[in-house]
């Protein structure tokens, strides 16, 4: 046995490699004392206290400029409003005023009123009155649209109600309804015309020959046999048109003769005075026709 140090470590190889002995010491772990840290107050951080108040501030204006931007369109309709108001009082008053303006008798408004009102020499020869009820109901009939006629049938017609007119066989005649005349009425007399819905013919001719039949609520035309002729002649002629804020006037001249008979008092030649005006739905409304002391 060779008497070897006890310190002396035989060398060992690890992979092919030598390694060497070491005589290191080995680390002792020291223990640190440590004290234990006490959790403080949460704080709110000074920015978002900034940032709140910022909000607040944006959110007011807001609301000012939202309230502010209210009461101006309030004011601003207000204000367009009253403006409206007082054009319509100032041009479309229904108050007559006494300054006129002369009208081009081919200007449309003319034109079309003249032919709503005007009447044939037959109308007048019959009718006898133009400011009667019969005769109001006639020429609302009259200008009622094309479009409101209606194709229709004998039931409930009277045939014994109006002379010359009868509906029977395979006849179709035509109707409207009444509420439609009842429109065109308020059209061309205004709102409170107070024209009675009855039976339309004008004296014993075939003009007209509507029967109001209530329980259908519709004017009913029927078929005339027979005419009795007019034996007066009439010369019209639209002389002139004026208007003012208020209305219309229309002055048509006249002449009424007969080469056959004496010329019946109701048809008293001279100038006739249409007088209009506008009412609230801004419809020209007949008042009146007149025969004007003026000399034709």
């Known amino acids: 046995m060779n008497n070897q140090s006890v310190n002396n470590i035989p060398n060992q190889t690890v992979q092919g490699q030598v390694a060497q002995p070491t005589n290191q010491p080995v680390a002792q772990p020291v223990v640190q004392n440590t004290v234990p840290v006490q959790p403080q107050a949460a704080t709110q951080p000074v ?26 369109g309030c004011y601003y309709f207000y204000d367009q409003n009253n403006q409206t108001i007082d054009y319509y009082k100032n041009y479309y008053s229904p108050v007559t005023a006494d300054e006129m303006t002369k009208l081009d008798l081919e200007s449309t ?17 019959f009718a006898k009155d133009y400011s009667s009820n019969t005769m109001k109901l006639y020429i609302a009939l009259k200008n009622v649209n094309i479009r ?73 035309q029927g078929k005339c046999a027979g005419n009795v002729e007019c034996l007066v002649q009439a010369e019209k002629e639209l ?58």
Do not use: W
């Open 239 to 296: 002389i002139s048109a004026t208007s003012t804020k208020s209305g219309v006037e229309l002055r048509e001249q006249v002449r009424y003769y007969s080469t056959n008979i004496s010329v019946p008092d109701y048809l008293k030649s001279g100038i006739y005075i249409y007088k209009f005006r506008l009412d609230n739905n801004y419809n020209y409304v007949l008042m009146s026709k007149e025969l004007s002391e003026e000399r034709g």
């Open 47 to 72: 920015n978002n206290v900034k940032t709140k108040k910022s909000k607040s501030g944006v959110v007011i204006i807001l609301l000012l400029i939202i309230i502010l931007g209210l009461a101006g």
């Open 109 to 125: 408004i003319v034109k079309d009123l003249y032919a709503t009102f005007s009447t044939t020499v037959e109308e007048d020869y």
């Open 148 to 220: 409101d006629y209606l194709n229709s049938n004998c039931n409930m017609y009277d045939n014994t109600k109006l002379q010359h007119f009868t509906c029977s066989g395979n006849f179709t005649p035509k109707a409207i309804d009444e509420n439609v005349v009842k429109l065109k009425l308020k059209q061309l007399y205004g709102d409170n015309n107070n024209v009675e819905l009855t039976d339309v013919q004008l004296s014993n001719s075939c003009y007209g020959g509507y029967q109001y039949i209530s329980g259908r609520k519709q004017f009913v």
